[in-house]
């Protein structure tokens, strides 16, 4: 189940962030740091197996390409909502 909830956080999350964002008149980096904030959660969250620490040095590349992943998915939701926002009605 927290796979599921980290693949919900990690591509949905970041394109309505990032278009939302834009919706409200925001730059698309606030939707990408508040998306980033709850990826890094969704990806810690999960409790660890006896004896492991929550956080080991290893995973740090792993939660900095993660959070390139949501960063780039923001801004892809942003610049969508900019373009849709611009189209003629």
Do not use: K, N, Y
């Amino acid at each position: 189940m927290a796979e599921l909830f980290l693949v919900i956080a990690v591509f949905a999350l970041p394109v309505l962030a990032g278009a939302g964002a834009v919706a409200i008149g925001r730059p698309w980096w606030w939707g990408a740091l508040a998306s980033v904030v709850v990826v890094l959660v969704a990806a810690i969250a999960p409790e660890p197996e006896e004896g492991e620490s929550r956080l080991v040095a290893g995973d740090l590349i792993f939660l900095l390409f993660v959070a390139l992943i949501a960063t780039g998915l923001a801004w892809l939701g942003g610049r969508i909502a900019s373009r849709l926002a611009r189209r003629p009605a």
